[in-house]
Nanobody
Framework: QVQLVESGGGLVQAGDSLRLSCAAS????????MGWFRQAPGKEREFVAA????????QYSHSVKGRFTISRDNARNTVYLQMNSLKPEDTAIYYC??????????????????WGQGTQVTVSS
């Protein structure tokens, strides 16, 4: 099991940037695919981005590609989500997740092994 703790959420205006962090602890070696998901009120949780251990393989949803960047610092067991050009429709609770294989992260529904508690991102117009 991996323990995940997100941070960095907040209230921003449209066009602003925000960086989320997710600190992982526990069995990170066996759950080395890290990802971000989000859930807006009244909607299902949706995939945002994922990254493999090396950082070479990254996946993004169409709605955030070109605006969001996922990265990781393995020495700190931390994954980041840099969010630029934020839009009101990006408003959601953002969750960090861990899985052992990329297809498990990007499948519908996702089959991640561990989830964080979430951090709220609110983008005002």
């Amino acid at each position: 099991q991996v323990q995940l703790v997100e941070s960095g959420g907040g209230l921003v205006q449209a066009g602003d940037s925000l960086r989320l962090s997710c600190a992982a602890s526990g069995r990170t070696r066996y759950n080395n695919i890290m990802g971000w998901f989000r859930q807006a009120p009244g909607k299902e949780r949706e995939f945002v981005a994922a990254i493999d251990w090396s950082g070479v393989d990254t996946q993004y949803s169409h709605s955030v590609k070109g605006r969001f960047t996922i990265s990781r610092d393995n020495a700190r067991n931390t994954v980041y989500l840099q969010m630029n050009s934020l839009k009101p429709e990006d408003t959601a609770i953002y969750y960090c997740a861990a899985a052992g294989w990329m297809p498990l992260m990007t499948s519908t529904p996702p089959r991640a092994n561990s989830w964080g508690q979430g951090t709220q991102v609110t983008v005002s117009s």
